[in-house]
């Protein structure tokens, strides 16, 4: 039977790009962790809370649509907590200095973008391996947000710059919003232009991208600059949530937000992926925390459940994938 | 110690590499292995050295028949590999370098410093080298590194040596310097397997000559029995005469697309000057590592070089990447199909497409997806390519099929000077000739193509003229009225 199925399938191709894709993963353990939260919870079942639940991610989120690219197009950016981090801080410094809250959302992303941009040119001039670069890089932008802010938070922000998390349209808190149509404008990018199907070329094979003309350097510079932009934007983002800027903000989360990409299909060594497993995949992270909180399971425990489900998705992403390419 | 071998034969993936090699070697004897690339030199010593297994036949040792199915067992039965370019451990000492694998007592107990420095010391000193055993492996020359390699041999008692290209990378001075090492051993009785593309060396150094051919040993001769010139003829086969010689006819104009003035790049290539015609079909031939392909690179822009003059068109330009070298019309088809060639997991559309983003998407970038399925389309048709559907992974086509699709993603970009880097590499004989067709008609519409390959009869029957290069220079440019086998094989060679 399922022999048969495997060559009805590899007989249309069509077909089979369609159904054998790995974010059917991410969908089915989706389904799976609201159904069991539902069962843990009657409070669960409610679009409200759950929504209220994914403010705090989507700082994470919007990253790890920016990191899906990086990651198709063979690379990792692993400095984007710190990058955070630092933005945070050089915008409280700077709005602290009293130069104005324009000028100083100007200053974080700006600050952000060169990060980013730091990343890129040593990665594509120097040829230095994403993964080694941004681990130096990441304690390098830490450090300097520790030396900038020492031990302070720093506050004193206006009252309409606090609390991002608590407008709504309707029901959706804004940030939601933002993360929603940020998801759907870079996947359109991804799916349906050039130059998105030129990060799955370069991810796929940067030899023959290079060889067919593909300016394989310049894109990648440009995706980690984004990348520090985004981060800047996450920055400001968690600051109005938090009402304060701290140099250990977002410890750790570069691998919370790696295990959104990876949770969506996304496969490590560059090519393959999209933005709609990672969207799907930011919700199985909303819903499973949320979920376990209302089930009043313990934040260690927690950890051991993404865990396994982050073991799981690789495993069915890697089976498919060697399915696939056969 | 003598080494006969009995009816070897060798088997890849069903294709005959090498057939029925009865061979001998006598100690106190330096015997020369020739041949083409690929002519299964190489594969036979690497079936006497125990990289593989011979698929048929026998080796025989003293009369002997022994089976050497590892290379330590080759060396456990006296029989040493020594490598074109030097395979050490660059961050261990000469001493360790020359003992590694066989020093003595079991693996758990100590090392005798003292006892592999002073026997490292005799062995090399019984060869006439003056190094410290204790000093680096990094920082000695190719050389110095290649003797210490023969050393390492000589620590293990081997009889039998086989050196692989040994002086490619060696200066001249090194080269007498490794000669006299050679005869040093010789006359203590060693018997000495040697491979070399450089006849004049072979004739300096060697006692007998074996020469390879598609897989066939040809011939053995004394060296003062065979000249160069039949050694030549011996290693390209005697259907010369049947090989067809392109006519010249349709290329009358003196249109100059390409003029490449005196180009070179340091340790790749030198001086290269050459013209190319509008509807001509240029042949670069060589051996392997000549220097072609770093000249088709350096002129595609994948790769700089330092000096020289690229004038296209009338105008002198440099293509500082692929990317403005497409651009400028240029189109190159790598030679390493898979590496640079193919995007392997990818659709064949989308790889047919690869190289023209603009054709396929509108002024914001977006993908006009009927456009990349009809271009795809046309050529699957005009070029027969057997697939199921543009969307199937090219991972999932035949090489031959994979090559056509390269070609078509190559001809869409509309090229004014194609460059073939081995185009019908691990293509089959059908395939083969539909390629050929395509090449010709892409000349008699007017492209300039440089055709670099290593297949002597395909050089001769699709080139216009033969560029012959050798160790990065060119050596000889042949209008194809004066081009043989023969004479290609002599200026690549000598």
């Not at chain 2, 001249?172 to 090492?181: A, S, T, Y």
């Not at chain 2, 998407?361 to 389309?377: C, D, F, H, Q």
């Not at chain 2, 012959?468 to 060119?474: Q, S, T, Y």
């Amino acid at each position: 039977m399922l022999k048969q199925i495997s060559i009805y399938l590899s007989e249309n191709p069509t077909l089979r790009y369609w159904i054998v894709r790995p974010e059917w993963v991410a969908v089915i353990l989706l389904i799976i962790s609201i159904i069991s939260s539902i069962q843990l919870s009657p409070f669960f079942a409610d679009l409200a809370f759950i929504m209220d639940s994914a403010t705090p991610y989507v700082e994470y989120g919007l990253i790890a649509i920016i990191l899906t690219l990086i990651i198709i197009s063979g690379e990792i950016d692993l400095s984007i907590a710190s990058m955070i981090a630092l933005t945070a801080v050089i915008f409280g410094t700077a709005y602290n200095a009293g130069i104005g809250m324009p000028m100083s959302i100007v200053i974080a992303l700006l600050s952000g973008t060169l990060c980013g941009l730091f990343n890129g040119i040593l990665v594509t001039k120097l040829q230095i391996p994403s993964i080694i670069l941004t681990i130096g890089t990441l304690t390098l932008y830490r450090g300097i947000a520790q030396s900038l802010a020492s031990d302070f938070s720093l506050g004193g922000y206006p009252s309409w710059f606090i609390g991002i998390d608590y407008r709504y349209v309707g029901i959706v808190p804004i940030p939601v919003i933002i993360f929603t149509v940020f998801a759907i404008v870079v996947g359109f990018f991804l799916s349906s232009t050039i130059y998105g199907k030129q990060l799955y070329l370069i991810g796929t094979n940067p030899q023959t991208a290079k060889y067919s003309g593909i300016k394989v350097d310049r894109v990648k510079l440009l995706l980690f600059t984004l990348s520090g932009l985004v981060c800047g934007i996450a920055g400001v983002l968690t600051t109005s949530r938090l009402a304060v800027a701290r140099f250990n903000m977002a410890t750790g989360a570069e691998l919370e937000i790696v295990l959104m990409v990876m949770l969506g299909g996304t496969y490590i060594f560059g090519g393959r992926g999209n933005i709609f497993g990672t969207f799907i995949a930011f919700w199985i992270v909303v819903i499973l925390r949320a979920g376990l909180n209302v089930a009043r399971i313990k934040i260690e425990s927690q950890l051991t459940i993404l865990g396994a489900m982050l073991i799981i998705a690789i495993i069915l992403t890697n089976y498919i994938y060697s399915k696939s390419q056969k | 110690m003598d080494l006969n071998t009995n009816n070897i034969g060798k088997t890849f993936s069903g294709v005959n590499v090498l057939r029925n090699v009865d061979f001998d070697l006598k100690p106190g004897e330096v015997h020369a292995l020739v041949g083409e690339n690929g002519a299964g030199k190489s594969t036979f010593v690497k079936i006497l050295s125990g990289v593989y297994t011979p698929t048929e036949g026998s080796i025989f040792l003293d009369d002997k028949k022994v089976n050497i199915t590892s290379p330590i067992l080759a060396q456990k039965n006296g029989v040493s590999l020594i490598h074109q370019e030097p395979q050490s451990f660059s961050h261990l000492s000469v001493a360790e370098n020359i003992f590694m694998g066989h020093m003595e007592g079991s693996n758990f107990s100590r090392v005798k410093w003292q006892d592999i420095n002073n026997k490292s010391n005799e062995i090399l000193e019984s060869i006439g080298l003056k190094i410290d055993p204790k000093k680096v492996m990094e920082g000695l020359s190719i050389a110095d590194q290649q003797m210490i390699e023969i050393a390492g041999a000589l620590s293990k008692n081997s009889k039998v040596l086989i050196m692989d290209e040994p002086t490619s990378p060696l200066t001249p001075n090194e080269v007498g310097k490794l000669f006299d090492i050679v005869n040093k051993l010789k006359s203590n009785g060693m018997a000495i397997i040697f491979i070399s593309h450089r006849l004049e060396e072979i004739r300096q150094i060697s006692d007998r000559v074996t020469i390879f051919r598609d897989g066939d040993l040809i011939t053995t001769k004394n060296i003062n029995e065979v000249s160069n010139e039949e050694i030549i003829k011996f290693m390209i086969g005697r259907n010369i005469e049947e090989t067809e010689v392109k006519e010249n006819q349709f290329i009358k104009n003196d249109e100059y697309i390409l003029n490449v003035k005196n180009l070179s790049l340091s340790k790749k290539f030198n001086d290269i000057s050459f013209n190319l015609k509008k509807g001509e079909i240029l042949g670069f031939a060589g051996l392997v590592g000549a220097g072609r392909t770093e000249v088709a690179k350096s002129i595609f822009g994948a790769e700089k070089f330092d000096e020289g003059e690229i004038i296209y068109n009338g105008e002198s330009i440099i293509n500082n990447s692929p990317n403005e070298a497409i651009n400028n019309g240029f189109a190159y088809v790598p030679e390493d199909r898979k590496q640079m060639g193919i995007f392997g997991s990818v659709a064949v559309e989308d790889n047919v497409t690869s190289a023209i983003p603009k054709n396929i998407s509108n002024s914001i970038g977006l993908i006009n997806s009927k456009t990349v399925s009809k271009m795809t389309n046309d050529y699957i048709n005009k070029f027969n390519i057997i697939l199921t559907s543009g969307r199937q992974l090219i991972e999932e086509l035949s090489g031959g099929n994979q090559q056509k699709c390269i070609i078509s993603k190559w001809l869409l970009s509309k090229p004014k000077v194609l460059i073939l880097d081995e185009p019908t590499r691990g293509v089959d004989v059908g395939v083969k000739s539909e390629m050929y067709e395509i090449i010709n008609k892409l000349a008699e519409e007017g492209t300039a193509i440089i055709l670099i390959s290593s297949e002597l009869p395909e050089i001769l029957s699709l080139s216009h003229r033969i560029i012959v290069m050798r160790e990065g220079k060119i050596t000889k440019i042949l209008n194809n009225k004066e081009a043989t086998q023969e004479n290609i094989m002599r200026y690549a060679i000598n």
